[in-house]
């Protein structure tokens, strides 16, 4: 009979491993974006996971900092119809403290009069993690087989200039589809 003695390290590395899957009921992905904007609502990574009941998006930034002088903000675009051209819905916020939030069911990305949308959704920050959650129900959303997102923040310089606007890659560029 032949025994193995796994080392504390060894034991740690599988449980990391095992507890960074995603859950067996969504799917979902992650996509980096490269630090290209000097303040503190720099778009770092995005990750969209499309769950049983919601749909949840998570950015990640650089110095996400809770003061109303930073103006900090974010739109996440969500694309739920393959066969008609740009985003079926806007879930917009700010990211500093005191702000508010809204998801908006809009026509593409230059509609000058978005709807409000009815149902279950949130937008919650986290200046320690650096995050912004955004998270909608399936239903609010038409209950879609699959979604893409685009991204793109902003925010405010201590002169009052406005920042670039930093896009998750290219602008107006879509993550891959992900299913439900």
């Known amino acids: ?26 799917d979902g992905i992650g996509v980096s974006d490269p630090a290209d904007l000097g303040h503190g609502v720099d778009l770092r990574s995005v990750e969209v996971e ?7 998006v998570t950015t990640t930034h650089t110095n996400l900092r809770p003061s109303w002088r930073t103006g900090s903000s974010g739109s996440v675009f969500i694309d ?7 985003p079926e819905y806007l879930f917009a916020g700010g990211f500093f403290q005191g702000t508010d939030y809204n998801l908006l069911a809009v026509d593409g990305f230059d509609d000058t009069s978005p709807e409000p949308v ?9 200046y320690d993690t650096e995050q912004v959650r955004f998270r909608m129900s399936r239903e609010a959303l038409g209950s879609p087989e699959e979604v893409r997102v685009a991204v793109r923040v902003a925010g405010t310089r201590s002169d009052g200039s406005e920042t670039p606007t930093d896009w998750l890659g290219a602008p107006r560029s879509w993550t891959d589809w992900v299913a439900q």
């Open 118 to 126: 009815e149902g279950s959704y949130r937008m919650r920050v986290d």
């Open 50 to 56: 499309h769950k049983a009941r919601n749909v949840v």
């Open 1 to 26: 009979m032949r025994r193995t003695i796994l080392s504390a390290t060894t034991l740690a590395v599988v449980a990391l491993a095992l507890t960074q899957t995603t859950a067996a009921n969504a």
């Open 80 to 86: 739920t119809d393959p066969d008609d051209r740009g």
